[in-house]
């Protein structure tokens, strides 16, 4: 599976963004999807994830009630709606997959997109 993300710019605190990640393959559906973040000189830490029919969600504490994830089987694609930015929300955000289950462990993911920059300026 390669995923693309794609979405990512520069936004004012309390703005929106929406990142995709598109997969190419034709079993997407069967694969849990998640988004992880990185800051520079931070580790990579889980924001959220979606299971495969889209019937189950988890958030970080830190993003829940902001964030929304969700999915388009149909069109192999994941998303993230990021409402209510924060200038900690800055960072490079990437897309990940797994089999395994409903997950916020990096190693759990087999597969990764290259990351799409999101600045929030104060």
């Known amino acids: 599976v390669q995923l693309q993300a794609s979405g990512g710019g520069l936004v004012q605190a309390g703005g929106s963004l929406r990142l995709s990640c598109v997969a190419s393959?034709?079993?997407?559906?069967?694969?849990?999807m998640g988004w992880f973040r990185q800051a520079p000189g931070s580790e990579r830490e889980f924001v959220a994830a979606?299971?495969?029919?889209?019937?189950?969600?988890y958030y970080a504490d830190s993003v829940k009630g902001r964030f929304t994830i969700s999915r388009d089987n149909a069109k192999n694609t994941v998303y993230l709606q990021m409402n209510s930015l924060k200038p900690e929300d800055t960072a490079v955000y990437y897309c990940?997959?797994?089999?395994?289950?409903?997950?916020?462990?990096?190693?759990?993911?087999?597969?990764w997109g290259q990351g799409t920059q999101v600045t929030v300026s104060s």
């Open positions: 990940a997959g797994t089999r395994i289950y409903l997950t916020n462990k990096n190693a759990e993911y087999d597969y």
């Open positions: 393959g034709r079993t997407f559906s069967s694969y849990v």
């Open positions: 979606i299971n495969g029919n889209g019937g189950n969600t």
